[in-house]
């Protein structure tokens, strides 16, 4: 069977410097994730040299502030190296989308002392971060978390475990949303905890379906002591930023949808054009070739929305709404892109021979993460007719 590399995806860049760094992150993609990504995502090996050499290589921190180490990038260049990233291995790609959400919180809302003494390190000092806002019993319900943060003195006192933590127990820093306050969202702030924290750590990872190389951990606090200094916002405040934080980071994950859907069809495509049946390729069969065009389509749709919301983001303007719709028809389009993907492999495609039903599994995850796709599409009605109306009685 004649080997098809797949054609790098022909992308509108607005600057000379962004069309470097896709080449870059095209370059570590292919040199150094992608062979090694089967092995590794089979025996669970979570890839943190590679976070390094990101790190290392100013690709961990592109959206931020070059005065604290980011690279100065618009959303829609930070996504498009994400998404080349994430067509080469998930669970990279999903982790840099992670670290960029857990640092999220003290680039928009720490005050400068803060911004100075700790975003250098966070952005291009190679340490990992994780976003603490799920816990067991509020995953959809957010605002009802239950742990507690409990002022004493210049401290606060934490109590309470978080759950589903992407860098959970691994993390050198974790953004945790906790009560202070009343119940509702209006009683919860935000904390910049550091991993080696007294008190904190993290369970055993959970055992999952799809990207078994990302660790993903309860993480339990027990009186974990943090310093005022380290509250990010205002207390009552961290609701909203967790909000925000998600508006962007569903931008993310929307990227790394793409670049999953885009390996499986090209992984379709080779071996569609290779694949020898009743004297032909099997790519000259109708039924098939229309497989082929739907996947491809609903790709580049899928790449226009989430650059469309990305640059509304980059201009100043509202996005919530075009990043839940670019979510949710990326992540869809994800899960179906490699379902077909396998199917056009057959009997190969269910085999761990081939890429495909990794794939597959990893798509999945993809429409729960971050908000689960019922809840977008939730959002979206409440921009287009507005809240709910709850029956009184």
Same mark, same amino acid.
């Given at each position: 069977m004649p080997d098809r590399a797949p054609q790098p995806v022909d992308r509108q860049l607005p600057t000379d410097e962004a069309r470097d760094l896709?080449?870059?992150?095209?370059?570590?993609?292919?040199?150094?994730?992608?062979?090694?990504?089967?092995?590794?995502?089979d025996a669970g090996h979570f890839p943190r040299e590679i976070f390094t050499l990101l790190s290392r290589s100013g690709l961990l921190g592109l959206p931020y502030d070059s005065e604290y180490g980011g690279g100065d990038q618009p959303y829609e260049v930070y996504l498009q190296v994400l998404e080349e990233l994430a067509a080469a291995r998930l669970t990279v790609g999903l982790g840099v989308?992670?670290?960029?959400?857990?640092?999220?919180?003290?680039?928009?809302?720490?005050?400068? =002392?803060?911004?100075?003494?700790? /975003?250098? *390190?966070?952005?291009? !000092?190679? #340490?990992?971060? @994780?976003? +603490?806002?799920?816990?067991?019993?509020s995953g959809s319900d957010a605002a009802s978390l239950r742990t507690k943060a409990v002022r004493d003195g210049d401290e606060w006192v934490i109590d309470g475990t978080k759950a589903w933590i992407t860098h959970g127990g691994i993390a050198d820093?974790?953004?945790?949303?906790?009560?202070?306050?009343?119940?509702?969202?209006?009683?919860?702030?935000?904390?910049?905890?550091?991993?080696d924290a007294a008190g904190l750590s993290g369970a055993a990872p959970e055992k999952k379906m799809g990207m078994k190389g990302s660790p993903t951990a309860q993480v339990h606090f027990d009186g974990v002591r943090v310093p005022d200094e380290r509250r990010i916002g205002e207390e009552? =405040?961290?609701?909203?930023?967790? /909000?925000? *934080?998600?508006?962007? !980071?569903? #931008?993310?994950? @929307?990227? +790394?949808a793409i670049g999953l859907a885009q390996a499986a069809l090209d992984e379709a495509l080779a071996y569609a054009t290779g694949r020898q049946q009743f004297g032909r390729p099997i790519s000259d069969f109708q039924g098939l070739r229309f497989m082929l065009a739907d996947m491809a389509t609903q790709i580049e749709a899928g790449r226009a929305l989430y650059l469309a919301?990305?640059?509304?983001?980059?201009?100043?303007?509202?996005?919530?709404?075009?990043?839940?719709?670019?979510?949710?028809?990326?992540?869809?389009?994800?899960?179906?892109?490699?379902?077909?993907?396998?199917?056009?492999?057959?009997?190969?495609?269910?085999?761990?021979?081939?890429?495909?039903?990794?794939?597959?599994?990893?798509?999945?995850?993809?429409?729960?993460?971050?908000?689960?796709?019922?809840?977008?599409?939730?959002?979206?009605?409440?921009?287009?007719?507005?809240?709910?109306?709850?029956?009184?009685?």
């Amino acid at each position: 069977m004649p080997d098809r590399a797949p054609q790098p995806v022909d992308r509108q860049l607005p600057t000379d410097e962004a069309r470097d760094l896709i080449s870059l992150a095209r370059d570590i993609a292919q040199r150094e994730i992608a062979p090694r990504a089967a092995e590794e995502e089979d025996a669970g090996h979570f890839p943190r040299e590679i976070f390094t050499l990101l790190s290392r290589s100013g690709l961990l921190g592109l959206p931020y502030d070059s005065e604290y180490g980011g690279g100065d990038q618009p959303y829609e260049v930070y996504l498009q190296v994400l998404e080349e990233l994430a067509a080469a291995r998930l669970t990279v790609g999903l982790g840099v989308s992670v670290q960029s959400l857990s640092c999220h919180a003290l680039a928009n809302y720490g005050t400068k =002392q803060q911004q100075v003494e700790h /975003l250098p *390190a966070m952005l291009g !000092g190679g #340490l990992l971060g @994780a976003y +603490c806002l799920s816990e067991p019993s509020s995953g959809s319900d957010a605002a009802s978390l239950r742990t507690k943060a409990v002022r004493d003195g210049d401290e606060w006192v934490i109590d309470g475990t978080k759950a589903w933590i992407t860098h959970g127990g691994i993390a050198d820093f974790y953004t945790v949303m906790a009560r202070t306050g009343e119940d509702g969202p209006r009683g919860i702030s935000a904390f910049l905890v550091p991993g080696d924290a007294a008190g904190l750590s993290g369970a055993a990872p959970e055992k999952k379906m799809g990207m078994k190389g990302s660790p993903t951990a309860q993480v339990h606090f027990d009186g974990v002591r943090v310093p005022d200094e380290r509250r990010i916002g205002e207390e009552g =405040q961290g609701f909203a930023i967790a /909000l925000s *934080a998600l508006d962007s !980071g569903r #931008l993310g994950i @929307a990227a +790394c949808a793409i670049g999953l859907a885009q390996a499986a069809l090209d992984e379709a495509l080779a071996y569609a054009t290779g694949r020898q049946q009743f004297g032909r390729p099997i790519s000259d069969f109708q039924g098939l070739r229309f497989m082929l065009a739907d996947m491809a389509t609903q790709i580049e749709a899928g790449r226009a929305l989430y650059l469309a919301a990305a640059r509304l983001r980059d201009a100043g303007r509202p996005f919530a709404k075009q990043a839940a719709m670019a979510k949710l028809h990326c992540t869809d389009t994800a899960m179906k892109a490699t379902i077909d993907a396998v199917q056009v492999l057959g009997g190969y495609g269910y085999t761990a021979d081939f890429p495909v039903e990794r794939y597959m599994r990893e798509a999945k995850v993809l429409q729960i993460v971050e908000g689960t796709n019922q809840i977008q599409r939730m959002v979206i009605a409440r921009h287009l007719a507005g809240p709910e109306a709850h029956r009184v009685g």
